[in-house]
């Protein structure tokens, strides 16, 4: 059985930083597709970033240069390091999880969320 649990939310002031982490139990790290999303109130989910099987990763635009997605594979972790945080980048985060198919991850497994709160 699958399971993805976010921690690391809260508040915070513009310009902090956070580090959300996903820890994962029934999803093999070394050959599935790993990533963060985002969702604030009425607005669709975004993706943030993916950490692949090959340990390269890729980031959305809208947080280059300050997000950064990592995995430590030994403790099944992936993480989410936020810096220089925004209001804008307030919402629920999302940890997901799922196999490489025909070319893209199928995020087939998806975590509780936890909330990040980002105050001018």
């Known amino acids: 059985q699958v399971q993805l649990v976010e921690s690391g939310g809260g508040s915070v002031a513009s310009g902090g930083s956070l580090r959300l982490s996903c820890a994962a139990s029934?999803?093999?790290?070394?050959?599935?597709?790993l990533g963060w999303f985002r969702q604030a109130p009425g607005m669709q989910r975004n993706w943030i970033a993916t950490?692949?099987?090959?340990?390269?990763?890729n980031h959305a635009q809208y947080v280059k240069g300050r997000f950064t997605v990592s995995k430590d594979i030994a403790k099944n972790t992936l993480y989410l390091q936020m810096d220089s945080l925004k209001p804008e980048d307030t919402a629920m985060y999302y940890c997901?999880?799922?196999?490489?198919?025909?070319?893209?991850?199928?995020?087939?497994?998806w975590g509780q969320g936890t909330q990040v709160t980002v105050s001018s």
């Open positions: 997901a999880a799922g196999p490489w198919i025909h070319d893209n991850c199928e995020w087939t497994y």
């Open positions: 029934g999803v093999d790290f070394s050959s599935s597709c």
């Open positions: 950490s692949y099987r090959d340990n390269s990763r």
